[in-house]
């Protein structure tokens, strides 16, 4: 997992997505950041130096027959290799969702038993399963609409982030509704029924939405239905007259 220092890789990712230069004193190398897969290649590559010759017993003689040599089949299977926050999920169907519409700015899809709730001021959207809903795991997803460049937006949200001490456990870049979106997940949030978090922030030239769900516990089931969730967004551009 990535900790505090690390949201920098998260920010160093973003300026090469989206093109945002990272706040004051975050601005780092990608190569330069603390690896989570273990050691540096370059030091298991190198040779070890030897100081003095090795000296080569002559073997003894003997008239048994020699042993054949025991073959190397690789590494011992009880080392298990560094662990990487990212996981595969596996291929599931795509979720059925009910499209939601906003003041003609967006629209989302949430499923059909969801409790969805809409306001003029943020979160515009606020949406939640109940526990029976969703094998007992119960999810509130939040949307933001943000009159603001993705340049403005997400690097705030990213100091945020950093200020308040979470665990960035995974990022990545997608294509959502024809525009690069950072993905974002979130452990260890105060809410002890919901210390997950997926954070999607979907930029476009002068504004910003930002689609957070909340969920207590990874599994493929919860994973396949807030990423279809997040990927329904859509902008509705106004029609001209």
Known sequence: ???????????????????????SGAQRSLAAADSPVGPDSAEID?????????????????????????MDNGPDPEIEAPSFPRRNTPALPP???????????????????????????????????????????????????????????????????????YTVARYDAINIDGTTALRIWLTDLPDEDLPNALITYIG????TAAVVSYYPESTPEVDNLINGIHQSFQRQQATEP
């Open 204 to 207: 476009y030239a002068d504004v």
């Open 1 to 23: 997992m990535y900790k505090l220092k690390s949201v920098a890789v998260a920010l160093g990712l973003l300026s090469l997505v989206l093109g945002v230069a990272a706040p």
């Open 95 to 165: 979720v059925e969702l009910d499209s939601h519409s906003h003041n003609s700015l967006f629209s989302i899809g949430f499923p059909a038993d969801w409790t969805v709730t809409e306001q003029d001021d943020a979160p515009q959207f606020s949406a939640s399963a109940e526990a029976e809903v969703v094998d007992e795991a119960t999810i509130r997803t939040e949307v933001t609409w943000h009159s603001a460049s993705p340049r403005e937006v997400v690097p705030q949200a990213l100091d945020e982030i950093q200020a308040n001490g």
């Open 46 to 70: 190198k040779p070890a130096e030897i100081d003095e010759p090795l000296e080569i017993d002559e073997p003894a003689e003997t008239d048994e027959p020699d042993e054949p040599a025991e």
